[in-house]
């Protein structure tokens, strides 16, 4: 192979890497192309997004605060519960120490 031959398939090599580059770019440009119809779509649905991600930051707020609410109405429920309960038992202490005070004031007499 002499050097004209050389050149001449060097550059046909070349013009073929070329042409195979530009048409897989042509073909990848082709394909990944979004239309303005496609990017409006793309906008619209990444406000959707957006909203939808407040609303569930809002909810979880809420039920947060709701949580901490009805914790503490129940911790003050059972307080009075315990309340109640102290004083019931000593109602019927005092009761129990009344009928023993009649009985004896009865079986004394």
Same mark, same amino acid.
């Given at each position: 192979?002499?050097?004209?031959?050389?050149?001449?398939?060097?550059?046909?090599?070349?013009?073929?890497?070329?042409?195979?580059?530009?048409?897989?770019?042509?073909?990848?440009?082709?394909?990944?192309?979004?239309?303005?119809?496609?990017?409006?779509?793309?906008?619209?649905?990444?406000? $959707?997004?957006? @909203? #939808? !991600?407040?609303?569930?930051?809002?909810?979880?707020?809420?039920?947060?605060?709701? +949580? =901490? *609410?009805?914790?503490?109405?129940? $911790?003050?429920? @059972? #307080? !009075?519960?315990?309340?109640?309960?102290?004083?019931?038992?000593?109602?019927?202490? +005092? =009761? *129990?120490?009344?009928?023993?005070?009649?009985?004896?004031?009865?079986?004394?007499?």
């Amino acid at each position: 192979m002499n050097r004209t031959e050389f050149i001449i398939v060097t550059a046909i090599i070349l013009f073929a890497a070329f042409a195979l580059g530009w048409f897989a770019h042509w073909l990848i440009h082709r394909f990944a192309k979004v239309s303005s119809n496609d990017m409006s779509e793309i906008d619209r649905m990444a406000q $959707q997004l957006h @909203e #939808a !991600e407040e609303t569930r930051d809002q909810a979880i707020t809420y039920l947060q605060s709701r +949580e =901490a *609410e009805m914790s503490n109405q129940l $911790q003050q429920t @059972e #307080a !009075e519960l315990r309340a109640a309960m102290d004083g019931l038992r000593d109602a019927r202490q +005092e =009761a *129990e120490e009344l009928r023993a005070y009649i009985e004896r004031s009865q079986n004394g007499e």
